[in-house]
């Protein structure tokens, strides 16, 4: 089975959305999939996460197509991408849309060398190309909703929800994606049904696919009891997820067991959290 992978968050790993699609990569080459992935550089030299080549996920890759996310130098010059990519698709859209259309180019060179019997898209702006190249070259595309698409459809505090009139972009698309998917895969049954709330998918073009642990790369360590209750904090810290809550309740346990001995790390950027606002 040839495979027509567009994943911009893959390779390199640099964000915990990285790690996620890694797996799902390794597990369809485990399968003996033929699979040519298109991912995106997003930094010359990330820093706020440590980097990963994942020669362990992308070995058994047929081939890897890396290409650069470009920044439109002004508002002009992104307009021009924008109309390039809207007169080559017939879809309006414009996130990332400079990546999309270098992206573009890489992808349909592949499909003139290959037969490919699935285009899959996994995160923005995949999902316009898939439903282009899906529509023009006659394969299949499974979507992959990682999270609430599109970003104005998080719910609160991420976003407003789905309850409200979406954007020009959004009422545009989404249709054309409901017709053209033939499959939508979901990491859980909950977005799954807080999508469908605002998507038109029939439940029968839909699957569940749990985001993959890899129990190999488990080794399980039995460590020596010791006084220290050590916790690690490697999520998010920005206002959607304000570590705020965690400390108020570290400072309530510390009160009510004023001799306990608790070592708490922040694994990221820079943290401005002060005792006031904790």
């Known amino acids: 089975m040839n495979i027509l992978l567009i994943a911009p968050y893959s390779y390199p790993i640099f964000c915990p959305e990285n790690n996620v699609n890694s797996k799902f990569v390794k597990a369809l080459t485990n399968l003996g999939y033929h699979v040519d992935l298109v991912s995106a550089l997003f930094y010359d030299d990330p820093t706020s996460y440590p980097v990963s080549e994942g020669k362990y996920f992308f070995s058994d890759v047929a081939s890897l197509h890396c290409l650069k996310i470009r920044n439109p130098k002004n508002r002009l010059e992104d307009i021009r991408e924008t ?16 990546w999309a259309n270098d992206a573009l180019k890489q992808c349909e060179r592949l499909i003139a060398e290959r037969h ?56 545009l698309f ?50 020596e009891p010791h006084g220290t209750l050590r916790i690690l904090h490697s999520g998010s810290t920005g206002r959607e997820r304000n570590p705020k809550t965690l400390l108020q309740g570290l400072r309530m346990f510390l009160t009510s067991h004023p001799d306990a001995d608790v070592e708490l790390t922040f694994l990221g950027t820079e943290l401005n959290v002060t005792a006031e606002n904790s």
């Open 83 to 98: 109309l390039r990519f809207t007169l080559r698709t017939r879809i309006l859209w414009h996130h990332a849309v400079a």
């Open 174 to 223: 989404l249709p054309k994606a409901n017709r053209q998917a033939y499959m939508n895969f979901f990491p859980s049954v909950y977005l799954r049904d807080y999508m469908l709330a605002y998507m038109k998918i029939p439940m029968e073009r839909t699957a569940v696919i749990p985001h993959i642990v890899m129990e190999s790369m488990v080794e399980p360590k039995v460590s």
């Open 116 to 171: 490919y019997d699935y285009v899959m898209t996994k995160n923005a702006p995949s999902e316009v190309m898939g439903c282009y190249l899906s529509r023009k070259y006659g394969i299949k595309w499974i979507s992959t909703w990682n999270d609430p698409f599109p970003l104005e459809c998080f719910p609160p505090p991420y976003g407003i929800g789905y309850d409200h009139r979406l954007s020009l972009v959004s009422r």
